[in-house]
């Protein structure tokens, strides 16, 4: 992977943070990827080819990709036509969506 993981991502994931679950605003829902499955997925879905820059992490469980971009910024591509052009910024870094999950 070119894109690192956050470092406040991993410390939520391997702490006690939920892999599934909804927040206020956007995403709304989401499914986080095992950390182990990142890459794969990412091989996969061809998120380094359809949209450079970013990383995928997870989903909103409706079609579209949550990525990191190489800042730790969080958006939104959809999976179905993807491209760069098409992110939709959702928050600065994984902090702002931690304090957004719903408990």
Not at 21 to 29: A, F, N, R, S, V
Not at 75 to 103: C, H, N, T, Y
Request: charged share 25%; net charge negative.
């Amino acid at each position: 992977m070119s894109i690192d993981l956050p470092a406040d991502y991993l410390a939520y994931v391997e702490g006690d943070g939920v892999a599934e679950g909804t927040t206020e605003g956007d995403p709304g829902y989401f499914q986080l990827w095992p950390p182990d499955d990142i890459e794969e997925m990412n091989q996969n879905l061809g998120v380094a080819t359809m949209a450079p820059g970013f990383l995928g992490f997870g989903s909103d469980g409706g079609g579209e990709l949550l990525a990191f971009d190489q800042k730790g910024a969080v958006f939104m591509l959809p999976m179905v036509g993807m491209e760069a052009k098409g992110a939709k910024k959702i928050a600065d870094s994984w902090a702002q969506i931690r304090e957004r999950i719903k408990e």
